[in-house]
């Protein structure tokens, strides 16, 4: 099992930037597909985004598309989600996960999640 660790929510306006981090530990994080999902407030987790072990192939949700970027740095053990004109819609804790294939329909593992809110 690998241990994943977010970071780099806050308090935003609307059309400011985040960038969102993932720290990994407890297994080769190479073997990892990586996903952000997010749980807006009083809503269902719903995808955000995912990249495939060597970075070769993403996805994104259609409402993030053009705005959110997903990568992953091997060497670091850290995926990021960099997530450009931010919107009031977009407030929600974001979690990363990982999964043994890509695409993934279920993750083998979660964080604890971060907090981002978006203000008008």
């Known amino acids: 099992q690998v241990q994943l660790v977010e970071s780099g929510g806050g308090l935003v306006q609307a059309g400011d930037s985040l960038r969102l981090s993932c720290a990994a530990s407890g297994r080769a994080f190479s073997s990892y597909a990586m996903g952000w999902f997010r749980r807006p407030p009083g809503k269902e987790r719903e995808f955000v985004a995912a990249?495939?072990?060597?970075?070769?192939?993403?996805r994104y949700a259609d409402s993030v598309k053009g705005r959110f970027t997903i990568s992953r740095d091997n060497a670091k053990n850290t995926a990021y989600l960099q997530m450009n004109a931010l919107k009031p819609e977009d407030t929600a804790v974001y979690y990363c996960a990982a999964s043994e294939i890509f695409p993934a329909r279920v993750y083998d593992s979660w964080g604890q999640g971060t907090q981002v809110t978006v203000s008008s």
């Open positions: 990249i495939s072990f060597m970075s070769l192939n993403t």
